[in-house]
Structure formats: C-alpha cells, structure tokens
C-alpha cells in the first residue's frame, strides 16, 4: 500500500476532503501523519522521506527542490482545487512528478451559477427587480423580454467552464456564439457553436459570458468599445477575473448605456475600493466571488480526487492529470 499525507489549509480541508472521503481514502493508501498545513510540513520536511503520494487542495506546497530533496519517493500530487500554477516548478517537471486537479469538479458550479443568471438576464430580470425596487410597483404586461428562445449567447473562450456552460446551454432554443481563437471551425462545428470575433459576439449577443483565463495577454482584452458594440438590452456576465476587463473603461460606458446589466462575480481590485463606482451603478450586480466551489459543493473536488486515486493505484490513465503543455497555457 502507497505512502501518503494530506497537506493543505486546514479551514477548507473538511469540506474539500469530507470524513466518508477521507475514510475511503485511508482505504487506498496508508496515511503517515496527521493533516497539516503547507508551513507545518515546511517545518517538518522528514515526514516525507516514505511519502509517494500528496493530497492537496488549497493552500497547497510548493513542490520545489527543497521539498523534493526531502521526498524521493514521490511520484504523484492530487490537487483538490483548480489551477497547478503557482505551486509546480520546475524541478518538479524535471523530476517526473505527475499532477492531476479538480478544476473540472470546480468549473461546475461556476458554471451552474453562469446559465442561472444567463437565463434571468434573458428575462430581464435584474431590470424589473431594480424597477420594482424604485418605483414600488409592477410594470404592465406583456413584457419585453428576449427570454431564452432563438437568443443568442455569447461565450468568451471554450475554456473548462466555458465548456461546461455550453452543455448545460443544449436543452434551450438558443443560438451560441463564441470567440476563442485556439478552437478550429470543425471543432466549432462538432460542439455546435458558431465562431465568430471578439467583436462580433459583443455586438450580435443577448448576453455576453466572459470564460477566459487570467494571462499576461488576456489582461484588458475587454475593453470600453466592445461594451458599446452591446445590443440594447443586453447582459454581460463576468466569472472569470476582474483584471481581463478594464474596469474604468467598462464603468464609463455602463454609466451612459443604461440598458445593459452587468453581473459581476469577480473584480479587479476584490473586492472594489469602497469608493468604486461599481457599488453606485443601478445596472450593476456585484457578487462575492461565489461562482466557483463553496461549501459542500467543494467536497466533488475531493470525489474528483478519490477516483483519480483509485485510477492511479490500478495503473489507469488519470482523466484529469495536467501535462507540462497544459501547464504552460494554465492561468
């Protein structure tokens, strides 16, 4: 039986890692020590001198040199959270370990949280709750409303959630454009989207779903221009990261184009400055960054995790490892 230790912040490991895991878990492989944090592992690198397997999440270590010269026998890191970036170097690529991580697990509920507001923009429904809200009554039917037949959305980048977003988009009556210039037009064609520029899903688009990466050259991608290519009415959703879009530009246009709502998961700074016009804007809606995995819903990255084990221990590819090609196009 494989050597293992499970090593990440303690505050988030119960519910990354709940006790009906754990315990298959401890079925699999024999763990030497107490969970820990990644300092408490620093000060006590000898426990790894037997260790082959690490099981992580967030607040994960640094697997650098010094922790692999304490570590010969390790062979494999389960990461129960999303991107590997900061935490594999490279002696550990050089060193022949291999990764594998939830993101897949973590891209579910943003992308859940994503077709909830896709489909109550298509309503309109932010407009009527901040009309209702000032004028204290209901407006007259019939409303104009775009709803969720023949609309079109807008995908930014077939990410991981990207991806997963447009799955769960196929049981509706819409047409789905997307941008993202690593994709083929017979991939395009396989996952049943039309391809299209940056500016054209900004301008053809119901609602508009940011899904790009963090990179150094995805930073500002989204600029003031594109919000004012935005058909009367429509939507932009943001769950990927504050900093692809800039800000004051965006601020400005939202300030003049009324018509259009911005739902806001993730800003740049996060959260806004107390005095960010964000917080003033009425077709603005902020949320705290909850997209992603929270509460139970962290424990399927930790099921992502076990089955990876299990894969691994009967000599199965890994469904989610993360190769060094992977990991230098990862944000």
């Not at 992308?111 to 309503?123: D, P």
């Not at 409303?143 to 037949?149: P, Q, T």
Request: hydrophobic share 40%; charged share 25%; proline share 5%.
């Amino acid at each position: 039986m494989k050597n293992a230790i499970f090593v990440m912040n303690q505050d988030t490991f119960s519910i990354v890692y709940p006790a009906f895991i754990r315990k298959e878990i401890s079925s699999q492989v024999n763990i030497v020590a107490e969970p820990m944090t990644q300092e408490q592992l620093r000060n006590n690198l000898s426990l790894l001198q037997e260790v082959e397997i690490i099981i992580t999440g967030w607040g994960a270590p640094v697997i650098d040199q010094e922790l692999l010269d304490h570590a010969p026998r390790l062979e494999l890191i389960l990461y129960g959270a999303g991107s590997i970036k900061a935490i594999a170097k490279e002696a550990a690529w050089e060193s022949g370990i291999r990764f594998t991580t939830a993101v897949a697990a973590n891209a579910t509920p943003v992308a859940e949280f994503t077709i909830s507001q896709i489909l109550f923009c298509l309503k309109n429904g932010w407009c009527f709750v901040r009309d209702i809200q000032e004028t204290k009554q209901f407006p007259s039917k019939p409303f104009a409303v775009k709803g969720a037949f023949r609309s079109k959305i807008g995908l930014i980048s077939l990410s991981t959630v990207g991806r997963h977003t447009l799955e769960l988009l196929r049981p509706f009556d819409i047409d789905v454009l997307a941008y993202d210039p690593f994709v083929t037009e017979e991939e395009a064609d396989q996952l049943g989207v039309t391809l299209c520029s940056l500016e054209e899903v900004f301008q053809q688009a119901d609602v508009v779903s940011l899904h790009t990466p963090l990179l150094e050259e995805t930073i500002g991608m989204i600029e003031g221009e594109h919000f004012r290519l935005m058909k009367q009415g429509s939507s932009f959703i943001n769950t990927a990261r504050g900093a692809i879009v800039k800000e004051e530009e965006m601020v400005n246009v939202l300030q003049e184009r009324t018509d259009i709502t911005a739902v806001l998961d993730v800003t740049n700074p996060e959260p806004p400055s107390e005095d960010s016009f964000l917080y003033q804007l009425p077709n603005v809606v902020i949320t705290p960054h909850m997209a992603g995995s929270e509460g139970e819903e962290c424990g399927r990255m930790g099921v992502y995790m076990l089955e990876e084990l299990k894969r691994y221990l009967t000599d199965q590819p890994l469904e989610w490892e993360v190769t060094k090609e992977q990991f230098i196009r990862m944000a």
